[in-house]
């Protein structure tokens, strides 16, 4: 892979991306998985409430969530 030389400001205006994408790592929850299995258990039980009730749900249940963090509550669960 060649090396160019172009700054992050350049090629982050090229991509059309913001310069703080490049900078900052990701990173997730350490409970992810319990979390995850927990939004399954409420689909699984509860099928037609959306992401706001399983969210409320997960918030009586002792989770710190937002309604972002059960937003991925049934996309690709299916």
């Not at 979390?35 to 002792?62: K, P």
Request: glycine share 14%; charged share 25%; hydrophobic share 35%.
């Amino acid at each position: 892979m060649a090396k160019l030389h172009l700054s992050e400001r350049r090629a982050c205006r090229v991509l059309g991306q913001h310069r703080s994408t490049q900078r900052k790592v990701p990173r997730g929850r350490a409970d992810e998985a319990a979390l995850t299995a927990e939004i399954v258990a409420f689909a699984t039980r509860y099928g037609r409430y959306g992401y706001r009730r399983v969210a409320a749900m997960l918030r009586d249940a002792g989770w710190a969530v937002n309604q972002s963090g059960s937003s991925g509550y049934g996309g690709g669960r299916g």
